[in-house]
């Protein structure tokens, strides 16, 4: 049995959560140039921050500089780094990675892919190519909503369609780092319930921690170790590069864990 196949089966496996969370990703990106336009466009946005207490504004993490300099090309980059959209582009990843090795550990159906002629690395690999297509898939849905809904909805401002681009790569990345941590995890583990308690618990700290450190200076300290804090949506739509810096933490990141964790598996005692 070829790689390909096994990835294959594995995407087909739980397709149906799958499919839902890319259609959430893209009916809610989908909906942020719509509501630009309910607003007024850039101008309109820019009104409503300014309205907004300093306070407020903070929380929101809304600038109304930033909003006034950036006019839609910023409002829409707010979408994705909205909580909705990161549980939404987090679960799926956390869900494919926990399932594929950790699950299939736990339910026993490992030992019919070890039966066969197929080493444990061709078995790794085809986790590691899944998590690389359900990548591009979710980052792809969010651009493909964004664009849809700019050109359904005709909103004022402008925006470069070629910045789109970097903004899936950054979309990417960021899935990438969250799949293959979550992927070393489940090398190790007998279960994916525990797995997906320990990555749920590791981004929810990861997202405490970037969006109160701008508020809350005894957190500002621990940004830097922080995945989202290297995800900057903002600066790939409107200025349409993507931070050395932030690429390479977060690839890194997701290439760490996959090595990791593929060291784990090929050592590790599975049931046969």
């Not at 339910?107 to 790794?124: F, K």
């Amino acid at each position: 049995m070829t790689v390909a196949l096994l990835v294959g089966r594995l995407l087909r496996r739980g397709v149906g959560g799958t499919l839902a969370l890319v259609a959430g990703i893209l009916v809610f990106q989908l909906l942020e140039p719509l509501i630009a336009d309910s607003m007024g466009g850039a101008q309109g946005l820019q009104s409503l921050v300014e309205t907004l207490p300093p306070g407020m504004q903070a929380i929101a993490r809304l600038d109304p500089q930033f909003v006034a300099l950036s006019g839609l090309a910023g409002f829409l980059s707010f979408g994705y780094t909205h909580p909705l959209y990161l549980v939404l582009i987090s679960s799926a990843m956390v869900g494919f990675a926990a399932r594929s090795l950790a699950g299939e550990i736990d339910r026993g159906t490992i030992a019919v892919a070890l039966a066969r002629p197929i080493s444990r690395r061709s078995i790794y690999a085809a986790r590691v190519a899944g998590l690389v297509a359900l990548s591009a898939a979710l980052s792809l849905a969010g651009t493909a909503g964004t664009l849809i809904g700019v050109l359904v909805a005709r909103p004022e401002g402008e925006l470069t369609y070629a910045h789109l681009v970097q903004l899936t790569m950054t979309a990417a990345l960021l899935a990438w780092a969250i799949g293959g941590l979550t992927l070393w995890a489940s090398a190790g583990s007998s279960t994916s319930g525990r797995v997906v308690g320990m990555a749920t618990a590791v981004l929810v700290i990861s997202y405490f921690v970037d969006y109160f450190a701008d508020v809350w200076s005894v957190l500002e300290p621990l940004a830097p170790y922080s995945l989202f804090n290297y995800f900057d949506p903002a600066h790939a739509l409107v200025n349409g590069a993507i931070r050395p810096l932030d690429a390479a933490v977060l690839s890194l990141s997701g290439l760490i864990g996959v090595v990791a964790g593929a060291l784990i598996f090929d050592r590790r005692d599975l049931p046969v």
